[in-house]
């Protein structure tokens, strides 16, 4: 079955330093991959997607991910983060109809 | 930009009681989905559908639960019978095809 594993649970940064979560995914064809932020009492919004074609995608809020099939991974990037970077990161991956969601990393932003 | 909605925010009942969750979904969007956040851990897919008809349910979806379109706008979700265990956060998600999925806000349940 498709899954994904954050293996970091809680990234503490300071703020205008870079950001990098890691996604590993488990499944057997090209994977349909995702990442959602949800900040404190907020629902979940899409950061960006990756289908195919181009392995750097780039998403809102100046993030980015880059998807490497050697690597099972689909790590998310931000070059200079912002205090309201502060959130809970999703990695997600499809497959029927259905997400799959990570357990999740926490990025707290220090001053 | 058009969003999918949820009310309420917060619903609060007792064991045993009925609730229904309600969304509204992007409205040219085809797909529907429900999941759930039980606090702290992973957000957890629940049921899909598409075409007046489920496409897709976890072994969550029990008995106890229900979908249902009652009109072209309104989608939702029926517990028959709430049990402690079923305090959670309640996410509608909706997509124009099988794949990106737009979220609501959440309904948080808490069953006392």
């Known amino acids: 079955a498709q899954s994904v594993t954050q293996p970091d649970i809680h990234i503490t940064v300071s703020e205008g330093a870079s950001l990098e979560l890691r996604c590993n995914y488990s499944?057997?064809?090209?994977?349909?991959l995702f990442w959602y932020v949800q900040s404190p009492g907020q629902g979940l919004q899409l950061l960006l997607k990756?289908?195919?074609?181009?392995?750097l995608v780039q998403g809102i809020k100046g993030f980015e991910a880059e998807f490497k099939r050697s690597q099972s991974s689909f790590n998310l990037r931000k070059p200079s983060v912002h205090w309201s970077d502060a959130a809970e990161y999703f990695c997600?991956?499809?497959?029927?109809?259905?997400?799959?969601f990570g357990a999740g990393t926490t990025v707290t932003v220090r001053a | 930009e058009p969003e999918v909605t949820q009310t309420p925010s917060h619903q609060v009942t007792q064991m045993g009681q009925e609730v229904i969750l309600r969304c509204v979904p992007i409205?040219?969007?085809?797909?529907f989905y429900w999941y759930r956040q039980i606090l702290g851990q992973k957000v957890e897919f629940l049921v899909s559908?598409?075409?007046?008809?489920?496409?897709?349910k976890s072994e969550i979806f029990d008995d106890q639960f229900s979908v249902e379109r009652p009109d072209g706008s309104n989608f939702t979700l029926k517990i028959r019978s709430t049990k402690l265990e079923d305090s959670a956060m309640y996410f509608c998600?909706?997509?124009?095809?099988?794949?990106?999925?737009?979220f609501g806000p959440g309904t948080r349940l808490t069953v006392t």
């Open positions: 990756y289908f195919s074609g181009d392995t």
């Open positions: 998600a909706s997509s124009e095809a099988e794949y990106e999925q737009y």
């Open positions: 997600a991956v499809v497959s029927d109809y259905k997400l799959s």
């Open positions: 559908f598409y075409n007046n008809e489920i496409s897709e």
């Open positions: 499944y057997g064809a090209t994977p349909y």
């Open positions: 409205s040219n969007h085809l797909y």
